[in-house]
């Protein structure tokens, strides 16, 4: 298949917020990791939800309730075909992965025992860590950790030796949001089933760049985070497979989550309703299939082609700053990269660059122990998206030197 | 020299520089006159919650006067510290409680004081009162 090339200018004219200036420069955005920007087709979705037929989904009999309702399920279908789900019930929308994450940490409290195991891996964001815990706590199950290497990569040696019959489940993100490490997923899928564990994949940081396929991948859930393919906050999903999603019981309780209420009984509502108690994020779900289309008009290839070119790129004009570090060199890389210099801290990189209208992160990534790892009270990011340029980072470059210049 | 006067000598520096780029460069150089905590006062419990860099802060009181010495493990953070303990070092725990600060307002830090800049200025501020507040307990 013939890769289009991404017509950047272009696509740069859809994120009104790309073209305003920050601190009377014009803004380099290089926090894709943390939130992606919006195009205007999505805005407009969103405009056009509370313009026209903003209303309250299901059960209504009205033309508003009605055309909401379609437009929320066609996203939902939107989602299934972007993943590439069997079903559109298993697709869950949530508020957002951390959301999705939680749900399945709950579920799985019924199915745990004492001395029952979880495999997580080293590299995973709070959101994919603190949950388990948490449901260790309450089942007595033991949390263990899959080492990894100088370079960020999982050691799968370790991995399997970790697999035994007491591991229920193991969880790991598709891609590290504070190295941008791509985990060989299809691998820990494959090899923890064959112990017959479950594998809950955080996908938040993989779905702006990879496209998934859930069947082919054959992963038990998957969760993803709209406002981080261009769409809007607040809005996530949980692929979960439907056998999976029909054991695990309801994690919160309402409206829309039942089939039947007496004050003696409830009876919960068929996929994926039962996961979705209360009034949903109507409007974020109906954009976040906008946002889905958005992407797949410029196509995952091209975009990951793209990005390929603009990391390689900034690896190599970034790295011949002198004293600087890259966190995270795996040879199976998204477009972030996590750096120090050398004696300098990371708030007072972010801080100038900020002066400078270059907006990247610093901080610990809510990844601790990745931090830990590599024993560094934390790390610059500049994370790139496909409307980024390669002008970009040479301000971004120019940028650090500055600072370099100003903190030393 | 009293507090307000201190802070309106700090305000009358700033103000020679035309842009943040000086602003900071002398915010960095003001944080190398940093009266430096000793290295037995830099524990955990000296640490000042809400900032992104470390940031410990001692306090001790002499005669009537109250002495601030401090250090932080980035730069800016420093210079931020340093501007704050050049204005409240020195002085009675009362007027350091008293004492108003809308002088960062006035050298171009204004951006900092929201509360949820990760810098923790405003818990700076905070913790510096608040070892004035348990000082005048004290002389009460």
Same mark, same amino acid.
């Given at each position: 298949m013939i890769t289009t090339k991404l017509d950047i200018d272009?696509?740069?004219?859809?994120?009104?917020?790309l073209h305003r200036k920050v601190n009377g420069y014009p803004l380099v955005y290089l926090d894709n990791a943390a939130t992606s920007q919006t195009p205007k087709q999505v805005i407009d979705s969103i405009v056009d939800y509370y313009s026209r037929y903003n209303a309250n989904i299901h059960r209504g009999v009205h033309t508003l309730s009605q055309e909401a309702t379609d437009a929320y399920e066609n996203a939902r279908i939107k989602v299934q075909k972007h993943i590439n789900a069997a079903e559109p019930c298993e697709i869950i929308f949530t508020s957002g992965t951390t959301e999705s994450i939680n749900l399945v940490a709950n579920g799985f409290k019924s199915f745990l025992e004492k001395g029952d195991e979880i495999l997580v891996s080293a590299m995973e964001h709070h959101s994919n860590i603190v949950p388990w815990q948490m449901l260790c706590e309450q089942t007595g199950a033991i949390l263990k950790v899959i080492p990894m290497d100088q370079e960020g990569d999982l050691l799968m040696e370790e991995y399997i030796k970790l697999l035994s019959n007491s591991t229920k489940l193991v969880v790991c993100n598709h891609v590290s949001n504070a190295l941008g490490t791509i985990?060989?997923?299809? !691998?820990?899928? /494959?090899?923890?089933?064959?112990v017959g564990a479950a594998v809950l994949i955080d996908g938040a940081q993989a779905a702006p760049h990879i496209k998934i396929d859930v069947q082919k991948l054959n992963v038990d859930f998957y969760t993803i985070s709209a406002h981080k393919i261009c769409g809007p906050t607040g809005v996530?999903?949980?692929? /979960?497979?439907?056998?999976?999603?029909?054991?695990?019981?309801?994690? !919160? /309780?309402?409206?829309e989550m039942i089939a039947e209420v007496t004050f003696e009984k409830t009876t919960y509502a068929d996929l994926p309703h039962k996961f979705e108690a209360g009034t949903p994020n109507i409007c974020g779900g109906i954009a976040f299939g906008a946002a889905l289309d958005y992407m797949n008009s410029l196509g995952y290839e091209a975009i990951a082609s793209y990005e390929k070119e603009l990391l390689e790129y900034a690896t190599k004009e970034l790295t011949s700053i002198k004293g600087l570090k890259i966190y995270g060199t795996s040879e199976h890389k998204t477009s972030v990269?996590?750096?120090?210099?050398? /004696?300098?801290?990371?708030?007072?990189?972010?801080?100038?660059?900020?002066?400078?209208?270059?907006?990247?992160r610093t901080g610990h990534h809510c990844a601790q122990p990745v931090m830990d790892y590599f024993k560094v009270p934390g790390t610059v990011r500049a994370s790139f998206s496909f409307y980024n340029t390669k002008n970009e980072v040479d301000i971004l470059v120019e940028g650090i030197k500055k600072a370099i210049q100003m903190l030393s | 020299?009293?507090?307000?006067?201190?802070?309106?000598?700090?305000?009358?520096?700033?103000?020679?520089?035309?842009?943040?780029?000086?602003?900071?460069?002398?915010m960095i150089e003001l944080g190398k006159s940093l009266p430096l905590i000793e290295e037995q006062y830099k524990t955990e419990d000296n640490i000042i919650k809400g900032c992104q860099s470390k940031v410990w802060v001692h306090a001790e009181l002499e005669?009537?006067?109250l002495v601030f010495t401090a250090d932080s493990d980035a730069i800016i953070t420093k210079g931020i510290i340093a501007i704050l303990i050049r204005a409240f070092s020195n002085q009675k725990p009362m007027d350091i409680i008293e004492a108003n600060t809308d002088?960062?307002?006035?050298?171009?830090? =204004?951006?900092?004081?929201?509360?949820?800049?990760?810098?923790?200025?405003v818990s700076m501020? =905070?913790?510096?009162?608040?070892?004035?507040?348990?000082?005048?307990?004290?002389?009460?």
């Amino acid at each position: 298949m013939i890769t289009t090339k991404l017509d950047i200018d272009t696509i740069r004219k859809d994120f009104p917020i790309l073209h305003r200036k920050v601190n009377g420069y014009p803004l380099v955005y290089l926090d894709n990791a943390a939130t992606s920007q919006t195009p205007k087709q999505v805005i407009d979705s969103i405009v056009d939800y509370y313009s026209r037929y903003n209303a309250n989904i299901h059960r209504g009999v009205h033309t508003l309730s009605q055309e909401a309702t379609d437009a929320y399920e066609n996203a939902r279908i939107k989602v299934q075909k972007h993943i590439n789900a069997a079903e559109p019930c298993e697709i869950i929308f949530t508020s957002g992965t951390t959301e999705s994450i939680n749900l399945v940490a709950n579920g799985f409290k019924s199915f745990l025992e004492k001395g029952d195991e979880i495999l997580v891996s080293a590299m995973e964001h709070h959101s994919n860590i603190v949950p388990w815990q948490m449901l260790c706590e309450q089942t007595g199950a033991i949390l263990k950790v899959i080492p990894m290497d100088q370079e960020g990569d999982l050691l799968m040696e370790e991995y399997i030796k970790l697999l035994s019959n007491s591991t229920k489940l193991v969880v790991c993100n598709h891609v590290s949001n504070a190295l941008g490490t791509i985990n060989p997923i299809e !691998q820990i899928i /494959g090899l923890a089933h064959e112990v017959g564990a479950a594998v809950l994949i955080d996908g938040a940081q993989a779905a702006p760049h990879i496209k998934i396929d859930v069947q082919k991948l054959n992963v038990d859930f998957y969760t993803i985070s709209a406002h981080k393919i261009c769409g809007p906050t607040g809005v996530g999903v949980l692929y /979960g497979k439907e056998e999976w999603l029909t054991k695990l019981p309801p994690y !919160q /309780g309402g409206g829309e989550m039942i089939a039947e209420v007496t004050f003696e009984k409830t009876t919960y509502a068929d996929l994926p309703h039962k996961f979705e108690a209360g009034t949903p994020n109507i409007c974020g779900g109906i954009a976040f299939g906008a946002a889905l289309d958005y992407m797949n008009s410029l196509g995952y290839e091209a975009i990951a082609s793209y990005e390929k070119e603009l990391l390689e790129y900034a690896t190599k004009e970034l790295t011949s700053i002198k004293g600087l570090k890259i966190y995270g060199t795996s040879e199976h890389k998204t477009s972030v990269i996590s750096f120090n210099v050398e /004696g300098i801290h990371p708030y007072d990189i972010g801080t100038i660059l900020d002066k400078l209208g270059i907006e990247v992160r610093t901080g610990h990534h809510c990844a601790q122990p990745v931090m830990d790892y590599f024993k560094v009270p934390g790390t610059v990011r500049a994370s790139f998206s496909f409307y980024n340029t390669k002008n970009e980072v040479d301000i971004l470059v120019e940028g650090i030197k500055k600072a370099i210049q100003m903190l030393s | 020299m009293r507090i307000e006067e201190i802070q309106n000598e700090i305000v009358e520096e700033f103000a020679l520089f035309d842009d943040w780029m000086q602003r900071y460069e002398y915010m960095i150089e003001l944080g190398k006159s940093l009266p430096l905590i000793e290295e037995q006062y830099k524990t955990e419990d000296n640490i000042i919650k809400g900032c992104q860099s470390k940031v410990w802060v001692h306090a001790e009181l002499e005669e009537d006067k109250l002495v601030f010495t401090a250090d932080s493990d980035a730069i800016i953070t420093k210079g931020i510290i340093a501007i704050l303990i050049r204005a409240f070092s020195n002085q009675k725990p009362m007027d350091i409680i008293e004492a108003n600060t809308d002088f960062i307002d006035k050298i171009g830090l =204004k951006d900092h004081l929201s509360p949820t800049r990760a810098n923790g200025l405003v818990s700076m501020i =905070k913790q510096l009162k608040l070892y004035a507040i348990a000082y005048q307990t004290q002389l009460n």
